[in-house]
C-alpha cells in the first residue's frame, strides 16, 4: 500500500534551536519527494521537490534529504524562528500516477520564545 | 500577482443543500486540483484537471462534481450536502505534474 509516514507528529522547541523530522514512505514506482509548509489558517507551501538522483536540497534554512534506497527523507530546520511554527508536510510522487500526490499527516511543530 | 483565489473562505449549510467552490488561479496553469483536508489526515485528492475542458477523478470523489471551463477557473459541486463533507477544501495549481502546486487558502466548509 502506497503510504507516506511522518514523525513525530508534534515537536517544540526554543527558538535558535535546530530540529529534524522524518518522512519515511513506501510509495512505489517513486518519482519525487516533496516537503510544504503549511501555516495555521493557510494552504500548504512548497519548500522543496527531490528526484530520485538528488540526495539534499536546501531552501535557506530549511535542508532536505532523501535516501530512495530506505525510502526516509528528513527536512533540517537551522537555528529556528517564530515563524517557523506550521505543519510541515511530506509528500510523495508515483511514476505511474503523477497526478496523484500521496500526503503525510504532517508534523505540527511549535517554535517557543 | 494573486496566485490562487478561493470563495468563500467560510460557509455553513444544512444537509442537503448545494453549492459551489470557486477556485481561480493567475498563473496560466495547465493543472489544477481539488483537495480535503481533514483532521490527523493527509489531503486527499477529490478531483483534478490536465486542462480545460477536462476534469478527471481522484482518490474520493463521490458527492463531488467539477468544472473547468475556462483555464483559469475550477469549481466544486456538492449537489446534496452531507455532514460527512464538513471538512477544509484546498485548491491547487501547477504548471506540470512535477513541478510545485500552488495552493490557495482553504475553503471551510461545515455542514449540518
Known amino acids: 500500500k502506497n503510504q507516506v509516514e511522518q514523525s513525530p507528529q508534534s515537536l517544540i522547541i526554543l527558538e535558535g534551536k535546530n530540529c529534524t523530522l522524518q518522512?519515511?514512505?513506501?510509495?512505489?514506482?517513486?518519482?519525487?519527494l516533496r516537503w510544504y509548509k503549511q501555516d495555521t489558517g493557510r494552504g500548504p507551501v512548497s519548500l522543496t521537490i527531490?528526484?530520485?538522483?538528488?540526495n539534499t536540497k536546501s531552501n535557506g534554512r530549511y535542508t532536505a534529504t532523501l535516501d530512495a534506497d530506505t525510502k526516509q527523507s528528513s527536512l533540517h530546520i537551522t537555528a529556528s524562528q517564530l515563524s517557523d511554527s506550521a505543519s510541515y508536510i511530506c509528500?510523495?510522487?508515483?511514476?505511474?500516477?503523477?497526478?496523484?500526490?500521496?500526503f503525510g499527516s504532517g508534523t505540527r511543530l511549535l517554535v517557543r520564545p | 500577482n494573486a496566485g490562487v483565489t478561493q470563495t468563500p473562505k467560510f460557509r455553513v449549510l444544512k444537509t442537503g443543500q448545494s453549492m459551489t467552490l470557486l477556485c481561480a488561479q493567475d498563473?496560466?496553469?495547465?493543472?489544477m486540483y481539488w483537495y480535503r483536508q481533514d483532521p490527523g489526515m493527509g489531503l486527499r485528492l477529490i478531483h483534478y484537471?490536465?486542462?480545460?475542458?477536462?476534469?478527471a477523478k481522484g482518490e474520493v470523489p463521490d458527492g463531488y462534481n467539477v468544472s473547468r471551463l475556462k483555464k483559469q477557473n475550477f469549481l466544486l459541486g456538492l449537489e446534496s450536502a452531507a455532514p460527512s463533507q464538513t471538512s477544509v477544501y484546498f485548491c491547487?495549481?501547477?504548471?506540470?505534474?512535477?513541478?510545485?502546486?500552488?495552493f490557495g487558502d482553504g475553503t471551510r466548509l461545515s455542514i449540518l
Open positions: 527531490m528526484t530520485f538522483s538528488e
Open positions: 491547487a495549481s501547477s504548471r506540470s505534474t512535477v513541478q510545485p502546486q500552488h
Open positions: 484537471s490536465v486542462g480545460e475542458g477536462t476534469t
Open positions: 509528500v510523495v510522487s508515483r511514476m505511474d500516477s503523477s497526478y496523484k500526490l500521496i
Open positions: 518522512c519515511n514512505y513506501t510509495v512505489s514506482p517513486f518519482s519525487n
Open positions: 498563473m496560466n496553469h495547465e493543472y
